[in-house]
C-alpha cells in the first residue's frame, strides 16, 4: 500500500514558469488537502477538497489553483511561479473532512530562482 | 485571529521525560491533534484530543483542557529516535487545521 505519493520530489524552477505538483491516494479517501510548510511557520493550508469534483480555499490561496477530477489524484498547479513560492508541498487525505487523522505525502521542496 | 503557540525548541536526556506545551486561541474547537515530524519527512500522526483529560498511547500521552486553551504531550523513556519536531493542531469550526509552527526536540545521550 503506498498511501500517498507526490511527484517531483524536488525541483527548481524558474520565475514565471508554470508548474503543477502531483499529488495520488490509493487509499479511497474523501478529502485531501495541500499545504507549504516554511521554516519557522506553521502548516498552511493553500486548498482543500472535501470530495471528488469540489475544492475550497485555504488560509494562502493566492498564485495557487486545484482540481479534483476524480477520488484518487489533487494536482496543485503554480500558474507563474514566484520567489516566494519556494516552499516544502505537502499532500494530505482523509477519510472526511470530520474524520480524526490526516495522512501526508513524502512532500515536493520546489525552490523558484 | 487564530494562533497556535508552542516552544521553538527543547532539549531532554535519553531516557527521561519531556513535556511539550501548547496553547490555542481558535475560532472553534473541534478537536487538536499531535504530529510527529522527522527532519526532511513527513508530518505522521500521534494523538488525537477532543475531550478534556488525558490520552496514553504507549511512551507517548497527550492532554488537554479546553477551557484553558492548553494541551500538552509527555513523552517517557526517551530514545534518540525521538528527536523530531512536534507539531501541535487544532481543528477549528470550519473543520479545517490550524498549526503551531512546531517544537524540535534534541535528546542528548
Known amino acids: 500500500i503506498a498511501g500517498i505519493t507526490q511527484a517531483p520530489t524536488s525541483q527548481i524552477l524558474a520565475a514565471g514558469r508554470r508548474m503543477t505538483l502531483r499529488c495520488t491516494q490509493d487509499m479511497r479517501h474523501n478529502a485531501m488537502y495541500w499545504y507549504r510548510q516554511d521554516l519557522g511557520l506553521g502548516l498552511r493550508l493553500i486548498h482543500y477538497?472535501?470530495?471528488?469534483?469540489?475544492?475550497g480555499k485555504g488560509e494562502v490561496p493566492d498564485g495557487y489553483s486545484v482540481s479534483r477530477a476524480n477520488t484518487d489524484d489533487f494536482p496543485l498547479t503554480l500558474a507563474s511561479a514566484v520567489p516566494s513560492q519556494t516552499s516544502v508541498y505537502f499532500c494530505?487525505?482523509?477519510?472526511?473532512?470530520?474524520?480524526?487523522?490526516?495522512?501526508f505525502g513524502p512532500g515536493t521542496r520546489l525552490t523558484v530562482l | 485571529g487564530q494562533n497556535i503557540d508552542q516552544p521553538t525548541e527543547m532539549t531532554a536526556t535519553e531516557g527521561a521525560i519531556v513535556q511539550i506545551n501548547c496553547t490555542y486561541q481558535?475560532?472553534?474547537?473541534?478537536?487538536l491533534f499531535w504530529y510527529q515530524q522527522h527532519a526532511g519527512e513527513a508530518p505522521t500522526f500521534l494523538s488525537y484530543n477532543v475531550l478534556d483529560g488525558l490520552e496514553e498511547k504507549g511512551r507517548f500521552s497527550s492532554f488537554l483542557s479546553r477551557s484553558k486553551g492548553y494541551s500538552y504531550l509527555l513523552l517517557k523513556e526517551l530514545q534518540m529516535k525521538d528527536s523530531a519536531s512536534y507539531l501541535c493542531a487544532v481543528r477549528d469550526s470550519n473543520y479545517q487545521l490550524i498549526w503551531g509552527a512546531g517544537t524540535k526536540l534534541i535528546i542528548k545521550p
Open positions: 477538497s472535501n470530495t471528488a469534483g469540489t475544492t
Open positions: 494530505a487525505s482523509s477519510d472526511s473532512e470530520e474524520a480524526d487523522t490526516q495522512y
Open positions: 481558535t475560532s472553534g474547537f473541534n478537536g
